[in-house]
């Protein structure tokens, strides 16, 4: 028969003592703490980022009408005839981003498609890392590339098109931002369950009707969200425009023309000899808080869909 004092005395021995137990609750309590800390920073610092935009506007709006920021469609803020409107910068970003996202879009898609369902583990393991690099090469050597590569090539194809224009600019752009979508949107459909995918298999589908028709609405939810990233970086772009745009702000949704956007504006401001305090120095804050409120848009809008996708799937 097991002997009962003998249980206890084992029980006592696998027990910590209590010194062990309270250094052990004062250091998860450290830990939980710095953890608090490091999220409370960056709501911090996304709140100090606002209070930044939003104070420096003001002084912007104090001297220029909101309504003739949002209905002039011409931007001469560094000319003698001074004019507002954000539209032209406006513009300029929503075309190059367009592009991008036209070229991003459907190639991140493919590759994802073909690195989760298709590639062999060999090339799987090669191709992701290859793509990836591209996302450590410096935004200028991509804007030079753009500049002195690609809009030379397409004005081999059209030889209308200027040295400088949005089309150029923007297919960079979108081969910029490939790898964030095709990365994100391979994690989400490789975490699609198997039994899914086998349960198409049984029913006779082939591997492409069965990632096109499985295995992409089941990884919906993810997918949107890596589009919602592209979006945000081509929208952040800056020296692929700066160099490559014109930096000429023209009220203009025809990519073959130069244009300025929003990020190449503030570049050309902040790096000009502007006295702090000029309507010419606070009208980059008023540009940059439009650009943060056009990513929160998209996040929002990123963020209900994802929503309404993973109720749907």
Same mark, same amino acid.
Request: hydrophobic share 50%.
């Given at each position: 028969?097991?002997?009962? %004092? ?11 003592? +209590? ?37 420096? $506007? ?58 989760? *369902? ?64 095709? $990365? ?47 979006? %945000? ?24 023309? +130069? ?20 309507? *010419?120095?606070? $009208? ?30």
């Amino acid at each position: 028969m097991n002997n009962p %004092s003998a249980r206890s005395t084992q029980s006592r021995n696998i027990l910590p003592p +209590p010194r062990l137990k309270r250094r052990r609750l004062f250091f998860e309590s450290v830990i939980e703490g710095m953890l608090f800390l490091s999220a409370l920073s960056a709501v911090f610092i996304t709140l100090a980022i606002v209070y930044v935009l939003v104070s420096e $506007s003001l002084a912007f709006f104090a001297q220029v009408s909101l309504i003739d920021f949002v209905t002039d469609t011409q931007w001469t803020i560094m000319f003698e005839d001074k004019h507002y409107g954000i539209a032209p910068l406006l513009a300029g970003t929503l075309v190059t981003s367009g592009v991008g996202l036209l070229v991003a879009v459907p190639l991140g898609t493919t590759i994802a498609i073909y690195l989760s *369902e298709f590639a062999p583990f060999r090339v799987r393991e090669f191709v992701k890392p290859l793509l990836e690099l591209l996302v450590g090469i410096p935004t200028v050597v991509f804007g030079y590339f753009a500049l002195l590569f690609v809009t030379p090539l397409l004005q081999k194809i059209m030889p209308d098109l200027p040295g400088f224009n949005m089309l150029g600019p923007g297919i960079v752009i979108g081969i910029m931002i490939t790898p964030y979508i095709s $990365s994100l949107a391979e994690d989400a459909m490789r975490a699609v369950p198997m039994h899914l995918r086998e349960g198409a298999y049984a029913m006779g589908a082939t591997r492409f009707r069965t990632a096109t028709t499985v295995v992409v609405p089941a990884a919906l939810s993810g997918i949107v969200a890596a589009y919602v990233l592209g979006v %945000s970086r081509a929208v952040g772009e800056t020296m692929v425009v700066a160099i490559a745009a014109g930096q000429q702000p023209n009220f203009t949704l025809n990519p073959m023309e +130069p244009a300025a956007t929003i990020t190449s504006f503030i570049v050309q401001v902040a790096l000009g000899d502007l006295p702090h305090g000029s309507i *010419e120095y606070d $009208s980059i804050f008023a540009a940059g808080l439009v650009l943060m409120l056009m990513t929160l848009m998209f996040n929002v809008i990123g963020h209900v869909l994802r929503k309404r996708f993973r109720e749907v799937y």
